[in-house]
Nanobody, 122 residues
Framework: QLQASGGGLVQAGGSLRLSCVASGRTWFVMGWFRQAPGKEREFVAA????????STADSVKGRFTISRDNAENTLYLQMDSLKPEDTAVYYC???????????????????WGQGTQVTVSS
């Protein structure tokens, strides 16, 4: 029900825009997580259904922007000023049960996309 795309190879300082098409139901909270080789999956950004509230990890704050278009059922992650340490598989996640806050916790999300690889070269 979640299909992520937009990953690729980019040089440090470059930009990428990830997209996640979500189908099938209303998603109260949607978010992005990432997992680098040998590391645990970590929170990147999340946004509530009405886009009134969003949360961004300190490591990407000021560089990444999360947004969503409910009319298009699509979640976005605009990634600017990319760094080699941003290299990871990026996963979109969604919660179908009501939650009024942009959760940073993996267990709060019910559905996960397949992941898209982002590689930043130095």
């Amino acid at each position: 029900q979640l299909q992520a795309s937009g990953g690729g190879l980019v040089q440090a300082g470059g930009s990428l825009r990830l997209s996640c098409v979500a189908s099938g139901r209303t998603w109260f909270v949607m978010g992005w997580f990432r997992q680098a080789p040998g590391k645990e999956r970590e929170f990147v950004a999340a946004i509530t259904w009405n886009s009134n509230s969003a949360s961004t990890a300190d490591s990407v704050k000021g560089r990444f922007t999360i947004s969503r278009d409910n009319a298009e059922n699509t979640l976005y992650l605009q990634m600017d000023s990319l760094k080699p340490e941003d290299t990871a598989v990026y996963y979109c996640a969604a919660r179908g049960r009501y939650l009024p806050i942009p959760s940073t916790t993996l267990k709060d999300y019910d559905y996960w996309g397949q992941g898209t690889q982002v590689t930043v070269s130095s």
